[in-house]
């Protein structure tokens, strides 16, 4: 895997390419560099709907791209109070800026001791999984 996979240290990580950045109990979501780059150009989003309560690991939303079609969990348990309508017009967003224009959901959460059980940047856990996935995609 190249070095040149961002993976911010303020961003919590699962297993699945996704990222979560959380400030005073508010969660936005996305998917990493990496992962955009395992699915291709994302052509097409299922943006979820505001108000919906979700729960950590459940199916969130689901993208397509000319190679793959996949369902993305929830990081967090909560609701929902701001989705990202840019991607239903321009879903490359995720793609072309992971990290910044092409977040995907904004969670109000419920339970912040969910956040334990997600990867961070630089940890044992995270270092063993990029190299797992180095090795299953090289």
Do not use: C
């Not at 395992?38 to 791209?65: H, T």
């Not at 912040?112 to 940047?121: H, S, V």
């Amino acid at each position: 895997m190249s070095l040149s996979w961002k993976y911010p240290e303020t961003l919590y990580y699962d297993r699945k390419h996704g990222w979560l950045a959380v400030e005073e109990g508010l969660a936005v979501q996305g998917m990493t560099s990496y992962g955009q780059h395992l699915a291709g150009k994302i052509m097409f989003i299922e943006i979820p709907r505001l108000g919906r309560q979700v729960r950590q690991g459940e199916n969130l939303l689901s993208m397509e791209s000319g190679k793959w079609v996949g369902r993305i969990p929830s990081l967090v348990s909560g609701k929902i109070i701001a989705v990202n309508q840019e991607l239903e017009d321009t879903p490359s967003l995720i793609n072309d800026s992971p990290y910044d224009f092409g977040w995907l959901v904004k969670i109000e959460m419920s339970d912040p001791t969910e956040l334990g059980r997600l990867m961070r940047a630089g940890s044992l856990e995270m270092e063993q999984f990029l190299k797992e996935e180095a090795e299953k995609y090289a």
